[in-house]
């Protein structure tokens, strides 16, 4: 069994700042690339920015220069700045896991970020 969990969403006026926090937990052998993602409502769920294979990290061309991942081991973090309206979403965390053998992305339940104008 691994457990991903988010934590940080709130609600922020624009231009303020948040910053999310993911832990990945329980059978897990290894973690490959980590991330999030984000779903507004009525949209499909995007990427706003990830750790790919080697370390590379990849942002959403909507969050550059706003938006900054970092990672310690099992942990992924989000942190958030200039934040505008259109930013407001329910954010989700992936990881990669290698767990007795299989790889496979594991995903928390999300954690809401309101942005008001």
């Known amino acids: 069994q691994v457990q991903v969990v988010e934590s940080g969403g709130d609600l922020v006026q624009a231009g303020g700042s948040l910053r999310l926090s993911c832990a990945a937990s329980?059978?897990?052998?290894?973690?490959?690339?980590m991330g999030w993602y984000r779903q507004a409502p009525g949209k499909q769920r995007e990427l706003v920015a990830r750790?790919?294979?080697?370390?590379a990290r990849r942002y959403a061309d909507s969050v550059k220069g706003r938006f900054t991942i970092s990672r310690e081991n099992a942990k992924v973090y989000l942190q958030m700045n200039s934040l505008k309206p259109e930013d407001t979403a329910v954010y989700f965390c992936?990881?990669?896991?290698?767990?007795?053998?299989?790889?496979?992305?594991?995903w928390g339940q999300g954690t809401q970020v309101t942005v008001s104008s």
């Open positions: 750790f790919s294979r080697g370390g």
């Open positions: 329980g059978s897990i052998f290894s973690v490959n690339d």
């Open positions: 992936y990881a990669n896991v290698n767990s007795g053998g299989a790889l496979r992305d594991y």
